[in-house]
Nanobody, 115 residues
């Protein structure tokens, strides 16, 4: 069994910053990819950023140069540093890890950016 616990969401004014964390625990072996997705009301869940075991990263165009993803392999934890936040970044943010042939998801954390 795998558990993902997210933290760090909240309410922030436009231009502000937040840092999300996601700690994975349980029967975890050789995580391949860790990432963050987000889903705004009435919209599909989209990739925000992902990072591989080797440190390769991938970002959505809308967050490039504002968000930074990082990971602590020893702690099975992934972080998302979000700067220069905009109202359009408002969404529920979900953590995801992939290993073997499966993906595991966190419960989501709300990020609200006020104008």
């Amino acid at each position: 069994q795998v558990q993902l616990v997210e933290s760090g969401g909240g309410l922030v004014q436009a231009g502000g910053s937040l840092r999300l964390s996601c700690a994975a625990s349980g029967s975890i072996f050789s995580i391949n990819v860790m990432g963050w997705y987000r889903q705004a009301p009435g919209k599909q869940r989209d990739l925000v950023a992902a990072i591989t075991t080797g440190g390769g990263t991938n970002y959505a165009d809308s967050v490039k140069d504002r968000f930074t993803i990082s990971r602590d392999g020893a702690k099975n934890t992934v972080y998302l540093e979000m700067n220069s936040l905009k109202p359009e970044d408002t969404a529920v943010y979900y953590c995801m890890i992939a290993f073997g042939s499966r993906e595991y998801w966190g419960q989501g954390t709300q990020v609200t950016v006020s104008s």
